[in-house]
T-cell receptor, first 115, second 118 residues
Framework: NAGVMQNPRHLVRRRGQEARLRCSPMKGHSHVYWYRQLPEEGLKFMVYLQKENIIDESGMPKERFSAEFPKEGPSILRIQQVVRGDSAAYFC?????????????FGPGTRLTVT | AQTVTQSQPEMSVQEAETVTLSCTYDTSESNYYLFWYKQPPSRQMILVIRQEAYKQQNATENRFSVNFQKAAKSFSLKISDSQLGDTAMYFCAFMKLSGGGSNYKLTFGKGTLLTVNP
């Protein structure tokens, strides 16, 4: 059973460009979480999604950031008009439906560098 | 809101010895989970151990064990017989479980960098 897949692993964008980060959850998992890790910091929750539904986006910046988890395909975290402060590692985690949602399995992360 | 505090930014230990990493948290919830995650230089987040708050017995996973003091809101990680491969950042994390799907997010501490020396 393949783990959580994230791509790209490294992404370089110039200021003002768009960044698209992809996350494919583990097979059978229907819950996806995105976290951001700034340098020298722990991970900070951004958004929690189920298929075609945003459950909790309380950690998402109000502007420029959006996330989706369509019926088919990976979850996408989209950052428009990137700025230097967006440089960070972005981690996706997934969990199965039902009573074990507390078990979150993490992907390897995408390291975004904004130049 | 919940907070998680790891007061030791860095620690080191000799191979084969025992080390304890500290974590305290602040919450008004009674039903929650606590976790320790390991992040080696590869940056992959790996679950080390999990503790349910309603369980009085401390969780154990091979060389890893916790000392969970619910009243003191303390959750320390003990690593026995330290190995070179244990060198990593260790993050303590909290998850509340009371009502509604929005309560499954993890709140992390800032981490402790553990170095195991040969």
């Amino acid at each position: 059973n393949a783990g959580v897949m994230q791509n790209p692993r490294h992404l370089v964008r110039r200021r003002g460009q768009e960044a698209r980060l992809r996350c494919s959850p583990m097979k059978g998992h229907s819950h996806v979480y995105w976290y951001r890790q700034l340098p020298e910091e722990g991970l900070k929750f951004m958004v929690y999604l189920q298929k075609e539904n945003i459950i909790d986006e309380s950690g998402m910046p109000k502007e420029r950031f959006s996330a989706e988890f369509p019926k088919e395909g990976p979850s996408i975290l989209r950052i428009q008009q990137v700025v230097r402060g967006d440089s960070a590692a972005y981690f996706c985690a997934s969990s199965p439906r039902g009573l074990v949602v507390h078990e979150q399995y993490f992907g390897p992360g995408t390291r975004l560098t904004v130049t | 809101a919940q907070t998680v505090t790891q007061s030791q930014p860095e620690m080191s230990v000799q191979e084969a010895e025992t080390v304890t990493l500290s974590c305290t948290y602040d919450t008004s919830e009674s039903n929650y989970y606590l976790f320790w995650y390991k992040q080696p230089p590869s940056r992959q987040m790996i679950l080390v151990i999990r503790q349910e708050a309603y369980k009085q017995q401390n969780a154990t996973e091979n060389r890893f064990s916790v000392n969970f003091q619910k009243a003191a809101k303390s959750f320390s990680l003990k690593i026995s017989d330290s190995q070179l491969g244990d060198t990593a950042m260790y993050f303590c994390a909290f998850m509340k479980l009371s009502g509604g799907g929005s309560n499954y997010k993890l709140t992390f501490g800032k981490g402790t960098l553990l170095t195991v020396n040969p």
